[in-house]
């Protein structure tokens, strides 16, 4: 069974931090990429960071770049997100996803290439 459990959520005021954890159980997250994804209030699903599994090479959308910064520890099967700086449009509901080896640059942002996801957690970023 392959599991992924998100934490970490919470209500923060603008311009604060929050660092959110995904736990995986099933499969060992050096062998696959792990990505993280949102979904705002009447909005779709949108990607938001990605790490590779062999290089560690990361991917950002536009708009938390420079923000939020993605990592991963092989050792505790963990990968995190740290969200600073954040903005109301952050609020949503985040997932942690993982994928078997990515093969293109651009299926790492594309939600539907993902094999496996958790069940989300609250963001609400409000003063």
């Known amino acids: 069974q392959v599991q992924l459990e998100e934490s970490g959520g919470g209500l923060v005021q603008p311009g604060g931090s929050l660092r959110l954890s995904c736990a995986v159980s099933g499969v060992p997250i050096n062998n696959y990429v792990m990505g993280w994804f949102r979904q705002g209030p009447g909005k779709e699903r949108e990607f938001v960071a990605a790490?590779?599994?062999?290089?560690?090479?990361?991917y950002y959308a536009d708009s938390v770049k420079g923000r939020f910064t993605i990592s991963r520890d092989n050792a505790k099967n963990t990968v995190f997100l740290q969200m600073n700086t954040l903005q109301p449009d952050d609020t949503a509901v985040y997932y942690c996803a993982a994928r078997w080896r990515v093969v293109t640059a651009t299926d790492i942002a594309v939600a539907s290439k993902y094999d496996y996801w958790g069940q989300g957690t609250q963001v609400t970023v409000s003063s």
């Open positions: 790490i590779r599994s062999s290089t560690d090479s990361t």
